[in-house]
């Protein structure tokens, strides 16, 4: 971090790697919210994209970083952009089970636009399909707060709720969790 200071006080440039990589897409990957702060500080542009179309916000979103996603949110950060395949930061932290990001998306800031809590990626899955279908039950619960559409289906005319009631796994500890998700999104379809 110090280092980084050092060069950014000299004048090092905040361009990206050939592949479209940022010093701020590093940082939220790997959650050094000191450095971030920093990077935005000094004029990173906080909704640049590498040449997957993933930004700043995705990797702290796909890595679990709240405090980052927060940060990034305060900046400026477009919560809606997506990946070439539809996949968005909000699908990230749903997919993985990071609750405190999702809490973070959800709440985000005054100025932003509204995220699109129903958007879908190229399989039609939600947020709440991917909480579902994972046994999040924290997500899901966030999500269905926030009005998530429990009723839209994906490209295979699934529900979320279908996701809930078949489970890959049969850990015991899974199963539970999978029926605690489904019970919660039949209430949220009624």
Do not use: W
Not at 46 to 59: K, Q
Not at 163 to 185: F, K, M, Q
């Amino acid at each position: 971090e110090d280092t980084m200071y050092v060069l950014l006080q000299s004048g090092a440039l905040l361009t990206a790697a050939a592949d479209g990589t940022t010093a701020l897409m590093l940082s939220s990957r790997y959650g050094h919210l000191l450095c971030a702060r920093e990077l935005l500080r000094c004029g990173a542009d906080v909704n640049a994209a590498d040449s997957g179309r993933n930004t700043s916000l995705m990797y702290a979103a796909r890595n679990g970083h709240g405090g980052m996603t927060r940060s990034l949110l305060d900046a400026g950060a477009d919560a809606n952009m997506t990946k070439k395949l539809g996949s968005t930061a909000m699908l990230f932290a749903a997919k993985n089970g990071y609750s405190d990001v999702v809490h973070e998306l959800l709440l985000g800031t005054e100025d932003a636009e509204p995220l699109d809590i129903d958007h879908t990626d190229a399989e039609g899955k939600s947020a709440l399909h991917l909480g579902a279908e994972y046994a999040h039950l924290e997500v899901v619960s966030f999500l269905l707060e926030h009005n998530a559409d429990a009723s839209l289906c994906d490209r295979k005319g699934l529900l979320a709720s279908d996701y809930a009631t078949s489970p890959s796994a049969a850990h015991p500890g899974i199963l539970a969790r999978y029926e605690a998700v489904s019970n919660l999104l039949r209430e949220g379809l009624t």
